[in-house]
């Protein structure tokens, strides 16, 4: 698809949520990756933490960036698979205003094409509260790269066409 160079760009600040009970910031690769994209991308990384797989601690995490003016755009890794200590799509359900099923949905269709079937496993989904976009990716490195090289890179560029996420960012809160 197609970037208009005609259009400015428009950094987005982004806050990186490391979902898991093992990982800290010192030997966090999936939460490196997708920090090192999202600057090389041209974007800002505003937060960056790490939270265990608890919905209450997810939860935490997400209010106070939601309600942070400065931050447009939260991404989680991890917590995203279908084991007993996965939760971050729960946390997700509990205070999404809208779902955005595409997003899951092409990232598994994606993401078939590096892993097989083994993307069946992965509940990658996305959501719009109180006009924060909120992605949750898993936790693998290379799924990290399939989510933000093939969807986000483009969706979160203002110059991509035909449409993409920035350019909805204004009317996210209107009623």
């Not at 966090?28 to 797989?53: F, M, N, P, Q």
């Not at 995490?61 to 996965?86: A, K, L, N, S």
């Not at 924060?132 to 990290?144: K, Q």
Request: aromatic fraction near 6%; include cysteine.
């Amino acid at each position: 698809m197609p970037i208009d160079e005609s259009r400015t760009f428009l950094p987005v600040n982004i806050a990186v949520l490391t979902v898991s009970d093992t990982r800290t910031l010192a030997d966090d690769r999936s939460g490196d990756t997708l920090a090192e994209r999202i600057v090389s991308a041209g974007h800002v990384v505003k937060a960056r933490e790490i939270s265990k797989d608890s919905v209450e601690v997810i939860l935490a995490h997400m209010h106070r960036w939601i309600d942070d003016p400065e931050i447009d755009v939260i991404i989680t890794t991890g917590g995203t698979g279908v084991t007993g200590r996965d939760v971050t799509p729960e946390a997700l359900a509990k205070i999404q205003d809208k779902p955005i099923p595409g997003f899951g949905e092409l990232f598994r269709w994606l993401s078939f094409q590096s892993i097989g079937t083994s993307t069946i496993q992965s509940r990658a989904c996305a959501c719009v509260t109180r006009g924060t976009y909120i992605f949750a990716l898993p936790g693998s490195t290379g799924a990290v790269k399939d989510g933000w090289d093939q969807i986000l890179v483009h969706q979160l560029d203002s110059r991509f066409q035909p449409c993409n996420f920035v350019e909805l960012m204004p009317r996210l809160l209107e009623k």
